[in-house]
């Protein structure tokens, strides 16, 4: 099947510029631009560190791209450039949380500002909420 | 002459029915499934599993809720079929089998239902045993008989995983020639269906990765490539007694 209706008989084969003339979206099209998009959004919000939002916008774009193949042998060039910007979102994402708890769990003086926090939210820090449920000391504390 | 279409083209093919008919299959299956959801997140509120009484009422409110969903997954079956036959259905075709036949429906769905679980009642026995004397004794015995009885409830289930299919192409036969039908039809056809279900786990990942929204696709997606795979054996059968 040809998603772009690239075999199409052209609409005015006598117009000069007729290449250049675009041609009529198919819902394959819509769902290359929304896994283009997402990709996009799934960096940027990763980049922003939202946590949640590079995993949902990263998946959805990278299904969708899946999705848009249809009967093609290959993907488009933007729903490959979609799956790209997902798989870089998503990486980008877990070295973000990763970094971030080992930080956390490694230097001192964050994870006293960590603890504090937590008391503030929760009305008792980590290390004894912790304590209260496994009956041991923190590990890392 | 093998005719049958391999999961690669059966998969192309629900992908290409299903352009520009999201919107309707996504909220077909929302709504299906919402409501499932919301059944079973009120039977899991009133759950109480601490003695024996509790766990197999529970056991039996679980199996009138799956009868219940069998009637969504009809509609649902009809929605798919509807789609990838080139029509254009309505998100509430999902309550289309609460008006067309609703008691074969729910023949078919218990029998479906016993079928998958029948087999795994020696593994729940034993587990419950295990739970109720806190003895390790209990976990082998219990493992093997889950596998065992696993493997046969899939079994028994791809046998009659046309069942609905069925029911919608010949609304006028009974429950029993629909289950005669549906094993006949499956016969040397299970495990291209098993390896087109397994086909789906790389999707699934996906759908995990996206806390579940991602699902809202991948379902459609699955349920039109399982509607196109019951269409092929239709069409290789109509073949072959040509």
Known sequence: ?141 | MNTYKSSEQLKALAKTQLFGKYGIVVGAIALSRLITFGLNSFSAIFSNTSSAVGFFIDILFTFFILLFSGLLTAGEAYVFLSVTCGATPKASDVFYCFTHNPDVVLVLQFTKTVAQLIPLIPAFILLYAGLYTQNLVWVFPTCICTIIGGILSIYFSLSLSQIFYILLDFPEYSAKQIISLSKTIMKGHKFRLFYIMVSFLPYYFLGIISCFVGFLWIIPYQNATYTNFYLDLMRNRALKEA
Request: net charge negative; hydrophobic share 45%.
């Open chain 1, 1 to 141: 099947m040809d998603n772009n209706n690239m075999n199409q008989p052209n609409q005015y084969p006598d117009f000069p510029y007729a290449q250049n003339i675009p041609v009529k979206k198919t819902p394959a099209d819509s769902l290359i631009s929304m896994s283009y998009l997402f990709g996009i959004c799934a960096i940027l919000s990763a980049v922003t560190m939202t946590i949640y939002f590079p995993f949902i916008l990263g998946g959805i774009s990278i299904i969708f791209a899946l999705l848009s193949k249809g009967m093609e042998k290959n993907l488009a060039k933007k729903a490959k450039i979609g799956i790209a910007c997902s798989i870089v979102g998503l990486v980008l994402n877990v070295c973000i949380v990763v970094g971030s708890v080992y930080t956390v769990l490694t230097n001192e003086e964050m994870f006293n500002q960590f603890n504090t926090m937590y008391e503030q939210i929760y009305g008792e820090s980590f290390t004894d909420m912790y304590e209260d449920a496994y009956g041991t000391e923190f590990p890392f504390s």
